[in-house]
């Protein structure tokens, strides 16, 4: 059994250049080739030459050492030399950074359940396997049972054009490069295309020895994503399809963090951009691909949750944490919020605006005008997630983060997690308590009112494992109604600047403008009602 620290990379295909291998057609450059022919420049990477063909079958072992925390994952490897097992535990280090253990051919004859074999070009039976070829294999597994078969039509299958190499520089720790380029069959939907880079460093399981490793990895994967823009995944798509996860996943929303037991604020805060980095990232591949506004809503409130959750821990979202990711972090934010924008704007706010005013024709070209800029906007966001400015933000941050994973240099003289959470909450009540009346204050003003909200909110949905049942229901409940008012006035002032945009007609400017306006003071009054109703937070600490 070998033991890894993994950090999974994916290569996006966008942008890729076709080049002519005649005058008779065109056929597309080998993207394996063409990377491994740059990294070879860098003189960190020694790549093995040539490339494998590999076909693999996920499976599940039927007898496993219980691992709470830890996930067994199994797949059948088939390639020229044989079929063989590969067998592994995994659990999250790190937000993007994998725990793995590889168990090796002491653990051969594992029992499990495989799907319908898929015939694949391969050696003669007794032909004598590779040796070293693929880490964590088990060579002599056990046939497949015919109870654990599956119909071909719905088993998964993937075919990868595999190479191999080595990263390493002078602190000692060698990286080992694994770059799968992966066609994903079976699971009743089309074909899918996957490149992914898959890094991997011994896992000694020491905090010097740790800390080299993470180093490493991620000096490696900022190198070699020069060559082309590579982004972080938070799991392999081996690793997916073993979970049998769908391709096509829906939006990943904020989930509750359970922080009874926890005391530093250290560990809080990482526990807390674990969860943050699973909205963020998970909602990543459906912005890029599906038009589904609520993917990007989600990443957008993903960013919003990490900003407030950095606020609520200066200590730790100090000068350089600032220099180093809050220029990209408001440019990221900026994208996002244009293409939200957009989208409420063509497809609730201007319909509803249309339908008050009796549902004419004549708004019909505005309405495709809002259309094609929101698909502007996406074009866009999704050209900027496919840039290597992002793939460096998500990488410096995600390197930041696996650092909150391993014991502080020093203990320090913070302030306990419950402490600090209570005094946090407190102010933050106390300022959105203390605003004016919503009817005496202009326009940004009430805005600025609702982000005060929201950032209450935020805090208590953060630290709702330590609230009071009160304040994790009603409280909680009152602030996302006082958002909601205040958000429909505000939908409402972006429409008519969308408008002013858009160059429409008088006629819709000034409808919209009076009933924004009628709008905005409607909702003042019930906001402020809601605001008037608060009850001061409470953290108690009793468990849910």
Same mark, same amino acid.
């Given at each position: 059994m070998s033991r890894v620290l993994e950090i999974v990379l994916s290569l996006s295909l966008e942008g890729w250049p076709v080049k002519a291998a005649s005058r008779a057609r065109g056929t597309?450059?080998?993207f394996g080739a063409e990377l491994v022919r740059a990294w070879r420049i860098c003189p960190q990477v020694r790549m093995r030459r040539g490339h494998e063909r590999v076909t693999i079958e996920p499976c599940q072992v039927e007898e496993a050492e219980p691992s709470p925390g830890a996930s067994w994952w199994t797949w059948v490897e088939s390639n020229a030399h044989g079929r063989r097992v590969v067998a592994s535990r995994t659990r999250a280090f790190a937000p993007g950074v994998t725990q793995r253990e590889l168990f090796d051919a002491e653990h051969a004859g594992i029992?499990?359940?495989?799907?319908?074999?898929?015939?694949v070009t391969a050696a003669p039976a007794d032909a004598d396997p590779a040796i070293g070829e693929v880490d964590g294999v088990a060579p002599n597994a056990t046939a497949p049972s015919a109870a654990g078969e599956l119909p071909e039509s719905t088993a998964v299958r993937l075919v990868s054009e595999r190479r191999r190499g080595r990263w390493a520089d002078d602190s000692g720790v060698v990286v080992e490069m694994t770059l799968d380029d992966v066609t994903l069959h079976g699971g009743g939907e089309p074909p899918r295309r996957y490149v992914e880079l898959r890094l991997t460093a011994p896992d000694w399981e020491t905090l010097a020895a740790r800390t080299a490793a993470l180093h490493a990895l991620f000096a490696a994967a900022r190198e070699l994503s020069g060559a082309w823009p590579a982004f972080v995944q938070l799991t392999s798509v081996i690793d997916r399809a073993c979970a049998g996860e769908p391709a096509a996943a829906g939006p990943v929303k904020a989930q509750l963090v359970d922080l009874t037991g926890i005391r530093s604020q250290r560990a809080a805060l990482f526990a807390l951009s674990g969860d943050i980095a699973a909205q963020w990232l998970g909602n990543e591949g459906g912005v890029l691909d599906r038009d589904d506004p609520e993917f990007v809503h989600q990443m957008r409130v993903a960013l #919003?949750?990490?900003r407030t959750l950095m606020r609520f821990f200066p200590l730790f979202a100090d000068r350089q944490w600032q220099d180093t990711f809050g220029v990209d972090l408001r440019w990221l934010a900026a994208l996002l919020g244009t293409v939200r924008d957009w989208d409420v704007f063509s497809t609730e706010s201007l319909p509803a605006l249309i339908a008050a005013d009796g549902g004419g024709a004549d708004w019909d070209g505005t309405?495709?005008?809002?259309?094609?800029?929101?698909?502007?906007?996406?074009?866009?966001?999704?050209q900027a997630l496919h840039s290597a400015r992002y793939a460096r933000l998500t990488l410096g941050w995600l390197e930041w983060l696996s650092s909150l994973a391993l014991p502080p240099a020093e203990a320090g003289d913070a302030p306990s997690l419950r402490r600090h959470a209570t005094k946090r909450v407190r102010r933050l009540f106390g300022e959105l308590y203390a605003?004016?009346?919503?009817?005496?204050?202009?326009?940004?003003?009430?805005?600025?009112? #609702?982000?005060d909200a929201k950032r209450l909110r935020y805090a208590l949905e953060f630290f709702a494992s330590l609230a009071s049942r009160r304040t994790r229901t009603e409280t909680v409940k009152t602030l996302t109604r006082v958002q909601s008012v205040l958000g429909e006035a505000n939908d409402t002032i972006v429409a008519l600047h969308h408008l002013e945009q858009l160059a429409a007609p008088p006629y819709q400017l000034g409808f919209v403008r009076g009933y924004g306006a009628a709008l905005e003071q409607r909702a003042a009054r019930d906001a402020e009602a809601l605001l008037a109703s608060l009850r001061p937070p409470k953290l108690d600490g009793k468990p849910r």
């Open positions: 597309q450059r080998d029992a499990v359940a495989m799907p319908l074999p898929v015939p #919003r949750r990490l309405l495709d005008a809002a259309r094609a800029q929101c698909v502007t906007a996406r074009v866009e966001l999704r605003s004016p009346p919503l009817t005496s204050l202009d326009t940004a003003a009430r805005h600025q009112v #609702r982000i």
